[in-house]
């Protein structure tokens, strides 16, 4: 991909985003389905996980951050544990900060998926969508309008549960006009006059289908039904999304096709949302509309591929953009959020997750013939690696020899390894329960009551394997061996 939208990303480190909109706490409870009740004609799901992510407006402010940008989410939740949980997920966003309205009897919307393998069984809402009332209204429409000033960019994130109606969209889009920001809309239900005057809405063809009474048949029947809604409803410029076919841009009376990212397609959940944090961020740092649609079509291609409600976050959208193919190499080296999702979508494939750790200082043939045990007995190696910091610890103040960085890029580049993260603790443990793999891997020079992590492994079903040892190997001897050939070299 070019470099400007490279540099793009990197700005967006500056973009100060204003997201205001329904949040919904997206639960999802997975296991394996294996027989059908006695009771009734429906399958029995043995629960094996249960997780929640930001929904909605939430998962637009997610995105924002993992792509780097600063965003601020004003949104309507209950006085309930769903709205703690929403709150506390803000929290742990480093860019990312809530400004919550509480109601004292409207619940938080909740959506739970029940997911058998990789089939979504069930979805069970519980939610409320009469209209708001007018002073909880008036409290978040002067909450938003009061943080204007400090952001670059509005973002109406409307899932149709009421945040957004009785003419507050419009208000809102009237203020932002005022504040000289420009405005983008993620729509719902048939009626865009709520949103005349944005500067961006982003329907997919369903919705476009629906709101402009347009059949939107094919690239050109897309094209006609955007204009239309635009013409009709004042709006600048209408982003569709069309799934596997790309996306589509009508805008000052001309139309872009951007083709799909070429990616399998695991879950589409939240990818809508994706593309407007996209948008928002590039928008919000003065990129032209047509490179903000590019950007988020690189990042709706990354989402897609991932388990559950997702994000495209900035080092991996960076590796896209460098190497469209990206290199196996680079496509190795994960955060801890980024190895949680791909090993998501690896057990979503049946693949058995092998897991193994160490500092690898001093890459050896013993380091090689481990690794290539491990790979033996798993479909996907997650090799956790000891930062700088924990090898000293560890090792003493004289190791490591070679950096965290340069360990990590030759462990990456071995073809038993499918994914490497570092962690900076003593063990892995965290890491062994972040990822629960099949297969715990270690050398044979421990027994399994010696390995951390056995206890938790075993307990979910999974397997300790001790390779064996190459003779004659080891980091220390080989250092060793080093320093004595220096000192011969130097007499």
Partial sequence: MSSYLTELVSDIASARVLCVGDVILDQFITGEVERISPEAPVPVLRILGETAMLGGAGNVARNVAALGGQVTLIALTGDDTAADEVDAAISRLETASADLVRHDTRPTT????????????????????????????????????????????????????????????????????????????????????????????????KEIREASGMPAIGLDGAADAAKTIADRHGLASVLVTLSQDGMLL??????????????????????????????????????????????????????????????????????????????????????????????????????KIGFTNGCFDVLHPGHVSLLHQARAVCDRLVVALNSDASVKRLKGQSRPIQTETARAAVLASLIHVDLCVLFDADTPIDLITLFKPDVLIKGADYTVDQVVGAPEVQSWGGQVFLAELKDGFSTTATIARMVESGNGDAS
């Fill in 110 to 205: 909740i959506k739970t998926r029940f997911v058998a393998g990789t089939h979504q069984i069930l979805r069970a809402d519980a939610e409320v969508s009469e209209p708001l009332d007018d002073n909880t209204g008036d409290a978040l429409i002067a909450r938003a309008e009061a943080a204007m000033s400090s952001h670059h960019v509005l973002v109406l994130s409307d899932y149709g549960k009421g945040v957004l109606g009785n003419g507050r969209a419009q208000r809102l889009i009237i203020a932002a006009k005022t504040a000289g920001i420009p405005v983008i809309v993620d729509p719902k239900g048939t009626d865009y006059t709520i949103y005349a005057g944005a500067d961006v809405i982003t329907p997919n063809r």
């Fill in 250 to 351: 009508a805008a000052a009376g001309d139309v872009h096709h951007l083709s799909a990212e070429a990616r399998e397609v695991f879950d589409v959940s939240g990818a809508g949302d994706t593309v407007v944090a996209t948008i928002s961020s590039a928008l919000a740092v003065g990129a032209s509309l047509s490179n903000a649609a590019k950007l988020a079509n690189v990042c709706a291609g990354i989402v897609v591929g991932k388990a559950g409600t997702a994000a495209a976050y900035r080092a991996e959208v960076m590796a896209k953009l460098r190497h469209q193919d990206i290199s196996r190499v680079e496509a190795k080296l994960r955060s801890h959020d980024q190895a949680r999702e791909q090993v998501a979508v690896w057990r979503r494939q049946d693949f």
